[in-house]
């Protein structure tokens, strides 16, 4: 008795790999945004086959294997106060926060279970010179 396998059947076409890869390829698309309309039109051609989360999943995967040749724009990133702030990790705020004070960042690592927002309140009492009502050593 042998078992023989059977080979799989691709998910996606030559056609539709090539429709996918020109979305990656296309100089017309600068943002995410724009590859994002251009995959939805493409979804709505398919009509039914896949869905623009499949495409726009496609399109991510062709443009890790294809060193460089295909390009997929990132939604960007939005923070949660809005703006165009890049997220920074509260490991880095302690790290500043040493650094103000003169301290070693081991001292005061245990200010990483504060939140964001009261180390951010920290770093901005810190840099305006404010005096801590205790000595530093």
Same mark, same amino acid.
């Given at each position: 008795m042998t078992t023989e396998k059977k080979e799989k059947a691709p998910n996606y076409s030559e056609e539709q790999v090539k429709a996918i890869s020109a979305i990656g390829n296309a100089q017309k698309f600068?943002?995410?945004?724009?590859?994002?309309?251009?995959?939805? =039109?493409?979804?709505?051609?398919?009509?039914?086959?896949?869905? %623009?989360?499949?495409?726009?999943?496609?399109l991510q995967n062709l443009a890790k294997t294809s060193n460089g040749k295909i390009v997929y724009?990132? =939604?960007?990133?939005? %923070?949660?106060?809005?703006?165009?702030?890049? %997220?920074? =990790? =509260?490991?880095?705020?302690?790290?500043?926060?040493?650094?103000?004070?003169g301290v070693e960042e081991e001292t005061i690592n245990s200010l990483e279970s504060a939140t964001k927002n009261v180390l951010l309140m920290l770093v901005g009492a810190l840099e305006k010179g404010k005096e801590l009502p205790f000595e530093t050593e």
């Open positions: 600068k943002t995410f945004e724009e590859q994002k309309a251009a995959i939805e =039109k493409l979804a709505e051609q398919w009509t039914g086959a896949k869905t %623009p989360r499949q495409i726009l999943a496609k724009h990132k =939604k960007v990133y939005v %923070p949660k106060q809005g703006g165009d702030v890049t %997220p920074i =990790k =509260k490991s880095e705020l302690v790290q500043h926060i040493a650094e103000l004070l």
